[in-house]
């Protein structure tokens, strides 16, 4: 083989290395670009938040679904109050049958920086008997604040995602009938005073408490807008200094919100819903060898009316008893030697190794985690 074609070859084996590394060095590039969020998805500004709003109403013009007025009466006190603040006096003693009116509680968030004028959207839930909202109008109902103040008035016609009939003890219903939404049934009359302007500090408050990331957050701020930017107060809590210009302080805020951090590995945990049998865990959750031997045991309980029937003419009497068969079964359990996984597609297969159903699973990751093969924290909801 000739010098000039051994080189050609040193040549293109060099070229394919590099390409080879470049093409790693890229998937790397991708990988911690794909895992890092933007700092407005991992933290919130103290301050900007929204603040629920409350109020109780009527819901007039039913089709016959409202309340009924003899196990509601705080219903009836209600319209009678309204008729009175729109100078309707009833004659005392008048009693009142209302199908066609519903109590109802409306309920709202008032987002930050919300101004007098602006509209929101109010659910309305009804608190009595009603069948069905469909069709109803919500009239005016202020919508007022933990400390009492009216930051809202709700008024308009309630929208619900649902229907249903009924006749002659047969009902069909699709979805829910007594809760409705309006949109922008709401306008704002107060607006909620905001400290974000003041002082030449803000604070970034971490979603989750955790020391790495919030040293992260740190160190991403003060790379991109220059040193002693932003300094950690504790694992949750960072102190930015802004400008003092409110125009400025938005533009700030603006690109310090757009910032890429890439948060720090979360605690291994698994979730447990005692209620439904879900099972949860994330990625960090890791797995000793260990042995797990499970059985099923499940005791049945038939109960049958025996009728004993006296001889006719014999002046006995007919006597009801019940005859109870109870059937215990114990299913065999095979011990299983479940080998450690440093992954969570190695957990997930160990684990359906035992072909435990889900309620058998909570009490089988409990005994693991006691035992001290299961290296993640438990938490049951």
Same mark, same amino acid.
């Given at each position: 083989?000739?010098?000039?074609?051994?080189?050609?070859?040193?040549?293109?084996?060099?070229?394919?290395?590099?390409l080879?590394?470049?093409?790693?060095?890229?998937?790397?590039?991708?990988?911690?670009?794909?895992?890092?969020?933007?700092?407005?998805?991992?933290?919130?500004?103290?301050?900007?938040? @929204?603040?629920?709003l409350?109020?109780?109403?009527?819901? %007039?013009?039913?089709?016959?679904?409202?309340?009924?007025?003899?196990?509601?009466?705080?219903?009836? @006190?209600?319209?009678?109050?309204?008729?009175?603040?729109?100078?309707?006096?009833?004659?005392?003693?008048?009693?009142?049958?209302?199908?066609?009116?519903?109590?109802?509680?409306?309920?709202?968030?008032?987002?930050?920086?919300?101004?007098?004028?602006?509209?929101?959207?109010?659910?309305?839930?009804?608190?009595?008997?009603?069948?069905?909202?469909?069709?109803?109008?919500?009239?005016?109902?202020?919508?007022?604040?933990?400390?009492? @103040?009216?930051?809202?008035?709700?008024?308009?016609?309630?929208?619900?995602?649902?229907?249903?009939a009924?006749?002659?003890?047969?009902?069909?219903?699709?979805n829910?009938?007594?809760?409705?939404?309006?949109?922008?049934?709401?306008?704002?009359?107060?607006? %909620?005073?905001?400290?974000?302007?003041?002082?030449e500090?803000?604070?970034?408050?971490?979603?989750?408490?955790?020391?790495?990331?919030?040293?992260?957050?740190?160190?991403?701020?003060?790379?991109?807008?220059?040193?002693?930017?932003?300094a950690? @107060?504790?694992?949750?809590?960072?102190?930015?200094r802004?400008p003092?210009?409110?125009?400025?302080?938005?533009?700030?805020?603006g690109?310090?919100?757009?910032?890429?951090?890439?948060?720090?590995?979360?605690?291994?945990?698994?979730?447990?819903?005692?209620?439904?049998?879900?099972?949860?865990?994330?990625?960090?959750?890791?797995?000793?060898?260990?042995?797990?031997?499970?059985?099923?045991?499940?005791?049945?309980?038939?109960?049958?009316?025996?009728?004993?029937?006296?001889?006719?003419?014999?002046?006995?009497?007919?006597?009801?008893?019940?005859?109870?068969?109870?059937?215990?079964?114990?299913?065999?359990?095979?011990?299983?030697?479940?080998?450690?996984?440093?992954?969570?597609?190695?957990?997930?297969?160990?684990?359906?190794a035992i072909?435990?159903?889900?309620?058998?699973?909570?009490?089988?990751?409990q005994?693991?985690?006691?035992?001290?093969?299961?290296r993640a924290?438990?938490?049951?909801?």
């Amino acid at each position: 083989m000739s010098t000039a074609i051994k080189m050609k070859l040193k040549i293109a084996n060099i070229g394919k290395a590099l390409l080879g590394a470049a093409l790693c060095a890229g998937s790397l590039l991708i990988w911690q670009v794909a895992h890092a969020e933007r700092l407005k998805d991992l933290a919130s500004i103290q301050g900007v938040r @929204q603040n629920q709003l409350i109020g109780y109403g009527l819901v %007039v013009g039913l089709d016959g679904s409202g309340d009924q007025t003899t196990q509601t009466p705080f219903t009836v @006190q209600s319209v009678v109050s309204m008729l009175q603040s729109l100078g309707v006096n009833l004659p005392p003693g008048t009693s009142l049958q209302l199908k066609n009116v519903a109590a109802v509680m409306v309920t709202a968030s008032l987002p930050a920086f919300s101004q007098p004028g602006q509209t929101l959207d109010v659910t309305v839930s009804s608190m009595g008997n009603a069948k069905s909202l469909r069709g109803g109008t919500l009239v005016m109902t202020p919508l007022k604040g933990a400390d009492g @103040q009216i930051y809202a008035i709700a008024q308009g016609n309630v929208l619900v995602g649902g229907v249903g009939a009924a006749a002659s003890g047969s009902k069909a219903q699709i979805n829910h009938l007594s809760v409705g939404r309006i949109s922008s049934g709401a306008t704002v009359e107060r607006a %909620v005073p905001s400290s974000l302007g003041q002082g030449e500090m803000i604070y970034l408050e971490l979603n989750d408490t955790d020391f790495s990331t919030a040293s992260r957050v740190v160190e991403a701020v003060n790379r991109r807008f220059g040193p002693e930017t932003a300094a950690a @107060q504790d694992g949750r809590v960072i102190r930015v200094r802004a400008p003092q210009s409110s125009d400025q302080r938005v533009a700030f805020l603006g690109a310090l919100e757009s910032i890429n951090v890439t948060p720090a590995q979360t605690n291994a945990k698994v979730i447990l819903n005692a209620r439904t049998g879900s099972v949860v865990m994330n990625q960090a959750v890791t797995l000793d060898s260990c042995a797990v031997s499970h059985g099923n045991l499940s005791v049945v309980i038939n109960t049958e009316p025996v009728i004993s029937q006296p001889a006719p003419m014999s002046g006995g009497q007919t006597v009801v008893t019940s005859a109870s068969q109870i059937d215990i079964k114990k299913e065999p359990g095979q011990v299983l030697l479940l080998k450690g996984g440093t992954s969570l597609a190695d957990v997930v297969k160990a684990l359906n190794a035992i072909g435990a159903t889900p309620q058998d699973l909570l009490a089988i990751l409990q005994a693991m985690k006691a035992a001290g093969s299961l290296r993640a924290e438990l938490e049951i909801i």
